[in-house]
């Protein structure tokens, strides 16, 4: 069995977190390649800036990976959430699922779904897989 640790998206997905939750916002972008690719099939939370999302100006706002879908050495689908607080209402939860590609320790594309949308995170997984062993 492949030790699933070695995975270069889960070491990116670890480094994101620890980027994030220290709102380091220029080393979040060095996490990107250049010319890297994000489609956002969400049908609501339209407030994705940069793929970095709006409650960021919260000073405790923090990621946290909820649940893992599924992960090879180039691609992750996961379920997340942006977790925090907002002085004038309080808690937050922006929750979502991803579907993201790396390759040589960046991320080259970015799919955004909603955490219910399961299914269709699994099936882009997989044809992301397919493609990238063709």
Do not use: W
């Not at 956002?40 to 999302?53: S, V």
């Not at 909820?66 to 959430?81: F, G, V």
């Amino acid at each position: 069995m492949t030790d699933r640790r070695a995975f270069e998206p889960e070491r990116l997905i670890a480094d994101y977190k620890r980027r994030f939750d220290a709102q380091d916002i220029d080393g979040l972008r060095d996490l990107r390649a250049e010319s890297c690719t994000v489609v956002d099939h969400r049908r609501a939370l339209a407030g994705y800036m940069g793929g970095l999302p709006s409650p960021l100006l919260s000073l405790d706002a923090r990621i946290e990976l909820d649940e893992l879908l599924d992960c090879d050495e180039r691609t992750i689908a996961m379920l997340a959430a942006v977790r925090g607080t907002v002085p004038e209402s309080g808690a937050f939860e922006v929750a979502f699922g991803a579907v993201d590609v790396v390759e040589d320790g960046r991320f080259v594309r970015i799919e955004l779904f909603d955490p219910d949308c399961r299914n269709a995170m699994l099936a882009r997984y997989r044809e992301l897989v397919r493609t990238a062993s063709t």
